[in-house]
């Protein structure tokens, strides 16, 4: 696989990631005219290194207008991973070295100015698509989740219909038993009846001697 150039990451995606990093470094200091600084951070290969600066004007008769500073981010072997004559800003860069990498200041106006600058460094990572995933991990549970409480509603109803199609079959072959012996003690007693009434007619008509 060839080598990659350094990536600026996207910061919106970074700052949603703050559980991924482990360092914080802060730092706040005055430059004088055409003076720099630099600050340093050891990173391994793949890590990732976001940082905020600003930079006022200690004189408030003098604006810090752009270009008035210069911000640079350079690696181990001299490389400038990130510039900018900004103000203020801020950076997210990949390291592809191992050691020190250098976030330096210098001061192009002719006053005096105050630079704040805060860096985080994140762990190693294989690559970007990794870290674009992350933000997305507890909507994908959130999902998941709805899918299985729904899995287990349907798996309930499917049960629910199964009991209550074979409460019916049962209750069906129950009644069925219970109407054929209605039919047979129904069909016992309309023969009961017919015979006594033979009898009783047979009765009547020996009585009135029509026999």
Same mark, same amino acid.
């Given at each position: 696989m060839s080598q990659q150039s350094p990536l600026l990451v996207p910061f919106s995606i970074l700052c949603g990631l703050a559980t991924l990093f482990d360092a914080c470094d802060a730092f706040t200091f005055v430059l004088s005219p055409s003076a720099s600084r630099c600050v340093h951070e050891s990173l391994m290969p793949k890590s990732l290194l976001t940082g905020e600066w600003t930079v006022v004007s200690i004189d408030a008769s003098l604006n810090t207008s752009s270009g008035s500073t210069e911000v640079a981010l350079r690696s181990p072997k001299g490389g400038t991973l990130f510039e900018s004559g900004e103000p203020s800003g801020h950076f997210a860069v990949t390291a592809l070295d191992h050691g020190l990498h250098s976030v330096c200041v210098k001061n192009s106006d002719g006053g005096d100015?105050? $630079?704040?600058?805060?860096?985080?460094? +994140?762990?190693? $990572?294989?690559?970007?698509?990794?870290? +674009?995933k992350k933000e997305h991990v507890e909507a994908i549970e959130a999902e998941l989740d709805r899918m299985e409480k729904m899995v287990e509603h349907v798996y309930e109803e499917m049960n629910y219909m199964r009991s209550r199609s074979e409460l019916m079959q049962s209750t069906d072959a129950s009644t069925r038993g219970r109407l054929l012996w209605v039919e047979v003690a129904m069909l016992c007693t309309l023969m009961a009846m017919g015979l006594w009434q033979i009898h009783y007619l047979k009765r009547y008509f020996q009585t009135k001697k029509i026999l």
């Open positions: 100015r105050q $630079v704040s600058i805060s860096m985080k460094t +994140a762990l190693e $990572v294989e690559d970007h698509g990794l870290v +674009a």
